[in-house]
């Protein structure tokens, strides 16, 4: 485990998370997790079902606010800032891979890359388009950049997802079960496909994943349990 | 260099390529409706115009005439019982006409004036005699005020000396015909023996019968008005106007001045009420042309609740979720008054060649003003936007986790 010299890219401190507040069937599912992660730091998140994993996760990624604690992005504490700038923070430092990928099924494979960049800069330029063929190419998909992702396999897809995840370069990448829709063979290229992006842009990734092989190839495990962080295994 | 669209209007139209059916079906809605308003205004606002333009082409705009005369009391009505009878109309002059139709003519809105003596005759010919209206007026600035030369069927219209133009009627009933003779005989006792140099038809029999035009000069000393006339018949540019010009003049003559739009009060108010039902119509339309942009948009709201989950996620704000669907809704009325104006010309191209008037030209023109195609468009995008409102802040307001996994 690498020990950081810089602020961490995300650390949770104490954050607590309940639905259905101030109803009788108030539950919560989240009962103060500290947690921190580094740069470069490629952490896989497991934990059975229903233990908070995906609200977790959803949390860090700045989709649903916390209910108590701390959640610093990058040094920012989230809880002071606006929606806008909520929005803006997702968009530009966290890249999301989803667990069945969810590619925008009217756009083609490189306008799906390119959609982060087109969101945060208004417009398609020459440039992201370039870059965002770049990925393709980095995922191994160049030859099928023009294709609707209705023309691509369930791996083929999830790569797509990857290359756009990594678009803005973002300092975070969350997945949520990236391989989890996947044959053994194909999960572990998507697999090797993160980490090797993880290696070569020193993005903090945190991975759910269900598959103790993968799991135990990630630089640390965070295994959560009934809404408690439980320790490494 | 692609073009390439800003993200709004790129998503909103990738959305609508690929709703297909729903996407066409809802042009084909707005198409239809746009086409309906469009028809409608078009055929309306001709056919109104037709009629005004029928009524008035055999009436002045406005007409000024003396004051009429009225008894007054010499005495207070207090204390005496007074029987005040209503005096009879004679023909007068309008005084000082010249000065009045000077000022009538420098009036703004105003662009023709016509000096008019008119009274009562006896057309007589062998044994037959019919009662007509003679018609005193100067051809060059009367055809002015009534476009007398449209109607001619024979001869010209022109007044000279003892020459005059009688209506298609009264030639009929005496056996007239051009360069005939044709005596008048006046209440007065007064008589002369015309010459026919031309015969009008104008559209409306009792006019083809009754008016006997003749110069000013013969008719104003047939009628022993020397020097004077009956009326002064004005043309003015707005027709619609005309009832404003004639109280202008009302309160700068302080004679007797009546518009078009008094004489024929019953044809305007049917008008006005043609005019309010066809609005009751086009506001129906648009409401349910609204109304299905709007449920196509809310269900292609939750279609597509995944793809604005993602968008969310990947850092697309809540306005630019918004945009996406109102400019869904715009694009849709914008196109669908594009095509609802074709449809529209297309329809007006078959119904002018089906409906047609007594003598076989079409009832109306199939001619489409660019203005009705402007305001449809401009309506219809509108509309759209507006219809668009409910359903894009739907889409705006969803959590992007519930999007996501739903």
């Not at chain 1, 960049?117 to 208004?122: D, L, M, N, Q, S």
């Not at chain 1, 269900?210 to 190839?217: F, V």
């Not at chain 2, 007054?72 to 207090?78: E, F, G, N, P, S």
């Not at chain 2, 003003?369 to 359903?391: D, K, W």
Request: proline letters at 4%; hydrophobic letters at 50%.
């Amino acid at each position: 485990m690498s020990t950081p010299t810089i602020a961490p890219v995300i650390e949770l401190a104490g954050l607590t998370k309940a639905y259905n507040i101030g109803t009788p069937v108030e539950t919560e599912v989240l009962h103060g997790i500290d947690l921190s992660l580094a740069e470069g730091e490629f952490a896989a998140l497991i934990g059975p079902s229903g233990s908070g994993k995906s609200t977790l996760l959803n949390i860090i990624g700045l989709l649903e606010r916390p209910t108590g604690g701390r959640l610093s992005i990058g040094g920012r504490d989230t809880a002071r800032l606006s929606e806008a700038e909520i929005t803006q923070l997702r968009g530009r430092s966290i890249g999301f891979v989803f667990q069945f990928h969810h590619l925008l099924p009217a756009f083609t494979a490189v306008e799906n890359v390119m959609m982060p960049t087109i969101i945060a800069r208004g417009a398609a330029d020459d440039e992201a388009e370039a870059m965002a063929l770049s990925l393709l190419d980095a995922v191994g998909l160049k030859a099928h950049a023009y294709k609707k992702p209705s023309e691509l396999s369930g791996g083929q897809q999830q790569r797509v997802a990857i290359a756009r995840a990594l678009g803005l370069k973002p300092r975070l990448i969350l997945a949520d079960e990236p391989t989890g829709n996947l044959d053994t063979h194909t999960a572990d290229d998507i697999f090797a496909l993160l980490r090797e992006f993880n290696r070569q842009t020193r993005c903090a990734c945190l991975i759910v994943t269900h598959d103790p092989r993968l799991a135990e190839r990630c630089d640390r495990i965070v295994r959560l349990v009934d809404g408690h962080i439980a320790g490494p295994v | 260099m692609k073009l390439r669209l800003p993200f709004a209007p790129l998503v909103a139209l990738r959305f609508l390529r690929e709703g297909r059916m729903q996407t066409l079906l809802i042009l084909a809605g707005t198409t239809g409706g746009v086409a309906v308003i469009v028809f409608l205004t078009q055929l309306i606002t001709q056919l109104q115009a037709q009629i005004v333009d029928r009524v008035l082409g055999s009436q002045a705009h406005v007409v000024i005439r003396p004051t009429e005369e009225a008894n007054r009391r010499a005495i207070d009505d207090q204390g005496f019982a007074t029987l005040v009878e209503p005096r009879a109309q004679r023909l007068r002059s309008v005084d000082q006409w010249e000065n009045i139709a000077r000022l009538a003519a420098d009036m703004e809105g105003v662009t023709a004036v016509s000096p008019v003596v008119t009274g009562p005759a006896f057309a007589v010919r062998g044994q037959a005699n019919k009662s007509v209206a003679l018609m005193g007026v100067d051809a060059e600035r009367y055809r002015r005020i009534v476009r007398m030369e449209e109607y001619m069927v024979a001869g010209r219209f022109a007044v000279d000396g003892t020459r005059a133009v009688i209506g298609s009627e009264l030639a009929k009933d005496l056996g007239i015909r051009l360069e005939d003779k044709l005596r008048v005989a006046l209440p007065n006792g007064r008589d002369e023996q015309l010459q026919v140099g031309g015969i009008f038809d104008i559209g409306n029999k009792d006019l083809n019968r009754r008016w006997v035009f003749v110069t000013l000069p013969l008719a104003q000393s047939l009628l022993d008005l020397p020097g004077g006339v009956s009326n002064l018949d004005l043309t003015v540019a707005d027709i619609f106007e005309a009832q404003a010009v004639a109280d202008r003049l009302k309160g700068a003559t302080g004679l007797t001045v009546d518009s078009w739009m008094q004489t024929n009060a019953q044809l305007l108010a049917a008008l006005r009420n043609q005019t309010v039902s066809n609005n009751l119509i086009r506001s129906f339309v648009v409401i349910i042309v609204a109304l299905g942009i709007a449920s196509v948009l809310v269900v292609s709201v939750v279609q597509k609740q995944k793809e604005i989950g993602i968008l969310r996620a990947m850092g697309a704000s809540r306005s630019m979720i918004l945009q996406i669907f109102l400019i869904q809704g715009a694009v849709v009325g914008a196109v669908g008054s594009l095509f609802g104006s074709l449809l529209a010309f297309t329809l007006l191209n078959v119904f002018s060649s089906i409906y047609r008037n007594a003598d076989g030209s079409p009832l109306f023109a199939a001619e489409l003003e660019p203005r009705f195609i402007l305001m449809a468009a401009l309506v219809a995008t509108l509309v759209g936007l507006a219809s668009a409102l409910i359903p894009a802040r739907r889409a705006a307001r969803m959590d992007p986790v519930q999007a996501i996994r739903s």
